[in-house]
C-alpha cells in the first residue's frame, strides 16, 4: 500500500461556486465505518483497484476481488489475508453476465452479505474510433467498441446486481451499522472531451451520467453512490505514446483516488450522497456537490485544466523531457563518439 504526498501548501480555498477540497488527512476519517464491511471491487488485480482493495482491507472490510486476471487478483487477495485481512478472488470479465452473477454469489457465500461495490473494471481507447475497416469483401467492419463494452456495459451489470445484493445479507450482518454504497469510476473524461479517445469519453460521460441519474433513487433504498473523476494517474492503462505527449502534466496519484474511493463509500452524511469526487492533478481531491453539476463547475474545472498549460506545464515539461529522452540521446553520443574513436584508429 503506497503512502500519501500530499503538500499541505496545495490547500485550496472552497469555490463560491460549491467545490469543497478533501485534504489528505481527511479522506480516511469515516473509514472505521467500513470494518467487517464486504466490498466488492471488479478490475481490482492491479493500479487503482488494487490500491483501493488494499486500503479498505486495511480498515478491517472484507474484500472480494473479480478480475480478468485471476492469478494476479488471486495474489492480491493473499497479500490481505497474510497482512491479517479477509479477502477472496474470482476470474470475473465484466462483460459477462454469469461472470458478474457469480461473483456476488462468492461473497454472499464467503461473508455473507455485500456492502460496498466498486465497478473499478475499465480500459481505455482500442483504437482510432474513425478509422473505418473493410472485410474482404470490401465493406465496412464493425468498429471495436470494448470499451464501451466494459466501461459502460460491464458497469450496468455490476450497478444492476449491486442493487439486489447490496440489500440482501444473512442474520449475522443484519445487526451491524448500515452502510450500503455504491462508488464508480469515471474520468476526467467525464467532463472533458478527449478528442484522441471518444469512445472513451462516451463511456466516462456516461458513468457520470449513471451516478446523477440514480442518486434520489438509491437514496430511497438507503444506498448512497459517488463517482470519483481523476485525471490520468501512473497506471498501466496510459499507453507510452499518451505519456509522452502527457509530458509535464501533473498525474494524479493512485493512492489519492483510493484514498478518494474509501471516502465516498463510508462519508455518512446524507447530503454528500450523489457528489462527483474530482481529482484534476496532484493537488487534494475536490467535492462537487449533486446540486453543482452546472456549466459554472464545467467553466471552473476547465479553468484549472488550463492553467496546467502555463508555468506548472513549462517546468514539469523539462523535468519529465529529461527523463524520456536523455538516456536514449546519452547513448547516441556515446555511440557516436566510439565510432568516431575507431575510425580515427583505423
Not at 6 to 16: G, K, S
Not at 34 to 41: A, G, H
Not at 121 to 128: D, H, M, R, W
Request: hydrophobic share 45%.
Amino acid at each position: 500500500m503506497s503512502t500519501l504526498s500530499y503538500n499541505p501548501q496545495q490547500e485550496l480555498v472552497v469555490d463560491p461556486s460549491g467545490i469543497v477540497p478533501i485534504l489528505d488527512h481527511q479522506l480516511f476519517e469515516h473509514a472505521q465505518r467500513l470494518k467487517n464491511k464486504v466490498v466488492i471491487i471488479t478490475g481490482a488485480a492491479h493500479g487503482i483497484g488494487k490500491e483501493a482493495a488494499i486500503r479498505f482491507a486495511s480498515f478491517g472490510a472484507k474484500v472480494v476481488i473479480g478480475d480478468l486476471d485471476r492469478a494476479a487478483s488471486e495474489k492480491v487477495a493473499a497479500e490481505i489475508v497474510a497482512s491479517g485481512g479477509q479477502a477472496a478472488a474470482r476470474q470475473c470479465n465484466v462483460t459477462v453476465w454469469e461472470d458478474q452473477v457469480e461473483l456476488y454469489e462468492l461473497a454472499m457465500q464467503k461473508f455473507g452479505s455485500v456492502d460496498v461495490v466498486v465497478p473499478n473494471a475499465g480500459i481505455g481507447e482500442p483504437g482510432n474510433f474513425l478509422e473505418v475497416k473493410f472485410d474482404q469483401s470490401g465493406k465496412p467492419q464493425k468498429p471495436n467498441l470494448a470499451t464501451v463494452e466494459i466501461n459502460l456495459i460491464g458497469v450496468l451489470h455490476t450497478v444492476h446486481l449491486a442493487a439486489h445484493y447490496l440489500l440482501k445479507s444473512n442474520d449475522a450482518t443484519k445487526g451491524s451499522e448500515s452502510l450500503k454504497a455504491i462508488v464508480l469510476i469515471g474520468s476526467m473524461a467525464s467532463w472533458q472531451a478527449l478528442s484522441v479517445a471518444p469512445t472513451y469519453t462516451a463511456s466516462k460521460h456516461a458513468t457520470l451520467g449513471l451516478m446523477r441519474s440514480l442518486t434520489s433513487t438509491l437514496a430511497l433504498r438507503g444506498i448512497r453512490i459517488a463517482c470519483i473523476t481523476p485525471f490520468f494517474a501512473d497506471t498501466g492503462i496510459v499507453p507510452p505514446r499518451l505519456r509522452v505527449i502527457l509530458a509535464g502534466y501533473p498525474l494524479t496519484t493512485v493512492p489519492r483516488i483510493a484514498g478518494a474511493i474509501v471516502y465516498a463509500a463510508s462519508d455518512p452524511d446524507p447530503a454528500t450522497n450523489g457528489s462527483g469526487y474530482v481529482l484534476p492533478d496532484d493537488g487534494p481531491v475536490l467535492r462537487v456537490p449533486k446540486e453543482e453539476f452546472k456549466m459554472g463547475i464545467y467553466k471552473g474545472l476547465d479553468d484549472r485544466l488550463k492553467n496546467l498549460t502555463k508555468t506548472v506545464y513549462t517546468i514539469r515539461l523539462a523535468k519529465d523531457s529529461a527523463k524520456l529522452f536523455v538516456k536514449p540521446v546519452l547513448a547516441i553520443i556515446a555511440v557516436i563518439g566510439l565510432a568516431r574513436g575507431i575510425w580515427s584508429m583505423s
